[in-house]
């Protein structure tokens, strides 16, 4: 694959990635055997794409994004708090997701308007 200096570039996975569908943005946290989500660090949020876009089966990859809410599941994490106020300097809603239960809990939890 040669090098490029932009993202997102059409043959490769870089970029911004933005979902379609809820259950999309689900597949980048993972689930254990149980089911629960394993979180580990990952941030969903909602955004606003803007510079380069390329669109996929599943949503789009962009050059830039700007969130104006954000979900941090809290599994696999040491302390989601620090982690939530490093986030805070968005200047968006910060909302911690509990892991532990079933992934249909946290579905629904992003579900809300």
Partial sequence: MPRHETAPHPFCACGIHAAAELEHALAYLGENVEGDLQGSGQVLGRVTLWG???????????????????????GGLDDPYEVAFALADYGV???????????????AQLAAP
Avoid: M
Wanted: hydrophobic share 40%; aromatic share 8%; proline share 13%.
């Fill in 52 to 74: 380069s876009v390329v669109e996929g089966p599943s949503g789009w990859r962009a050059e830039k994004a700007c969130p104006f809410e954000l979900y941090l599941p809290t």
């Fill in 93 to 107: 809603p910060v909302e911690l997701l509990d892991c532990s239960p079933v992934a249909a809990k946290v579905r």
